[in-house]
Nanobody, 122 residues
C-alpha cells in the first residue's frame, strides 16, 4: 500500500514561489499516476495538476497553467509541484494523491496524503 506525505507548504507573499514535495512509500508509486489537489476554506477540493507514471503526460487546471509545474522522480519515489507567481487565491491545503491513471476527478485517486497548507498573502 502506497503512503504519501506532503511537505513544503508555508506562508509566502503574492508573486513568490514554493515547491511542494510528495514523498511516497511503496514500490507501486512508480507505476501510479500522481495528482495534486487543493481545498480552500469553505470550498470543494479541486484538481490542480496531474502527471502520468512515466512523467510524459501532464495536466493542469486553467487557473494554474503557466505558473505551476508538476514533476516526479520515480527513483526517489517523490513527486513535486513547483508553484511560481503565487496569488492570494492559491491559498489552500494542498494534497497529493495516487491513482491508476491520470484523472481530474478526486474520486479516481485511491491514496491521499495528509495535506500541506499554503498561504499567500497580498
Amino acid at each position: 500500500q502506497v503512503q504519501l506525505v506532503e511537505s513544503g507548504g508555508g506562508l509566502v507573499q503574492a508573486g513568490g514561489s514554493l515547491r511542494l514535495s510528495c514523498a511516497a512509500s511503496g514500490r507501486t508509486f512508480s507505476r501510479a499516476a500522481m495528482g495534486w489537489f487543493r481545498q480552500a476554506a469553505g470550498k470543494e477540493r479541486e484538481f490542480v495538476s496531474g502527471i502520468t507514471w512515466t512523467g510524459y503526460t501532464t495536466d493542469y487546471a486553467d487557473s494554474v497553467k503557466g505558473r505551476f509545474t508538476i514533476s516526479r522522480d520515480n527513483a526517489k519515489n517523490t513527486g513535486y509541484l513547483q508553484m511560481n507567481s503565487l496569488k492570494p487565491e492559491d491559498t489552500a491545503v494542498y494534497y497529493c494523491a495516487a491513482a491508476n491513471s491520470l484523472s481530474r476527478s478526486p474520486n479516481d485517486y485511491v491514496v491521499w496524503g495528509q495535506g500541506t497548507r499554503v498561504t499567500v498573502s497580498s
